[in-house]
C-alpha cells in the first residue's frame, strides 16, 4: 500500500507556469512507477505523464509534451509535475497514481494507488 497526496494546483493565467507535487507514504516509494492523470469536468481521465522507478525514463502525452516535465525524488518520496505554458485546455483535476509493477504506462488500468487530486485552472 502507498498513501498519495498531490498539492500545488491553483488559478492561473494562459502562459503562466505551475509546479505539481505527489507525496507518498507506506510502501518504499522507489518501487513504483509513477504517473500523472487529469480529469476535466465532462470528460474521462486522461493519461499526462509518468516516470519509471528510477527516474531515468519518463513518457509524456503528445498534448504535453514539450510543456510539461515529469520528475521524481526517491529520497524525499515524491513525485513532481512542472508544467510550462499553461493552456485553458490543461484545466483539470490531476491526480498522481502510483504502479507497483516494473515498467511506465499510459494506461490507467495498469496503476494500482491514486491520490484524491489537486486543481489546476488556467483562465485565457
Known amino acids: 500500500q502507498v498513501q498519495l497526496v498531490e498539492s500545488g494546483g491553483g488559478l492561473v493565467q494562459a502562459g503562466d507556469s505551475l509546479r505539481l507535487s505527489c507525496a507518498a507514504s507506506?510502501?518504499?516509494?522507489?518501487?513504483?512507477?509513477m504517473g500523472w492523470f487529469r480529469q476535466a469536468p465532462g470528460k474521462e481521465r486522461e493519461f499526462v505523464a509518468a516516470?519509471?522507478?528510477?527516474?531515468?525514463?519518463?513518457y509524456y502525452a503528445d498534448s504535453v509534451k514539450g510543456r510539461f516535465t515529469i520528475s521524481r525524488d526517491n529520497a524525499e518520496s515524491t513525485v513532481n509535475l512542472h508544467m510550462n505554458s499553461l493552456k485553458p485546455e490543461d484545466t483539470a483535476l490531476y491526480h498522481c497514481?502510483?504502479?507497483?509493477?516494473?515498467?511506465?504506462?499510459?494506461?490507467?488500468?495498469?496503476?494500482?494507488?491514486w491520490g484524491q487530486g489537486t486543481q489546476v485552472t488556467v483562465s485565457s
Open positions: 497514481a502510483a504502479k507497483n509493477t516494473l515498467g511506465i504506462s499510459a494506461l490507467e488500468n495498469a496503476y494500482d494507488y
Open positions: 507506506g510502501r518504499t516509494f522507489s518501487r513504483y512507477a
Open positions: 516516470i519509471s522507478r528510477s527516474g531515468v525514463n519518463t
